[in-house]
């Protein structure tokens, strides 16, 4: 079974109330996909900043489980987000995560946000994951 579908596996068993797909999951990277439907609009016909917040955070997880295997226990401990202009209501929102370090307790990365068809950023983020010391699995190489 690939990376990809072990992670996504895991993402629908353990964070079911979780709505993005994954697409890819590659060396120190990963893109997922969410849907835009009504629910994920705000007043003025955009998208969401929760929704954009969570592209990155999911995007910023998978990379990092591409990388160290499945350890639930990696957690957010800082996300900063950008937003850049308005997201178009009626695409999917895509992020693209490129990880900058990934050290033995913690994994920083970079997530750039863009609803479908367009090449424009939406928004841009910068996230700090920890990763329990005692759990790592130890694949992949580190970033220092």
């Given at each position: 079974m690939s990376r990809k579908q072990q992670i996504a596996e895991f993402l629908a068993?353990?964070?079911p109330q979780n709505k993005c797909t994954v697409e890819e999951v590659g060396h120190f990277s990963a893109t997922v996909?969410?849907?835009v439907g009504h629910a994920e609009l705000r007043p003025g016909g955009t998208v969401s900043g929760p929704v954009?917040?969570?592209v990155a955070d999911v995007a910023l997880y998978v990379a990092i489980l591409g990388e160290i295997g499945i350890v639930p226990l990696t957690?957010?401990?800082n996300l900063n987000i950008n937003f850049m202009r308005k997201p178009s209501a009626?695409?999917?929102i895509i992020g693209v995560c490129k990880l900058l370090k990934l050290g033995r307790t913690l994994a920083v990365?970079?997530?750039s946000i863009y609803s479908e068809g367009s090449d424009?950023?939406?928004a841009h983020a910068v996230g700090t994951y920890a990763i329990p010391?005692?759990?790592r699995a130890g694949r992949g190489p580190s970033l220092h």
């Open positions: 068993k353990e964070f996909r969410h849907e954009m917040m969570t957690v957010t401990t009626d695409a999917a990365g970079e997530v424009q950023l939406v010391t005692d759990t």
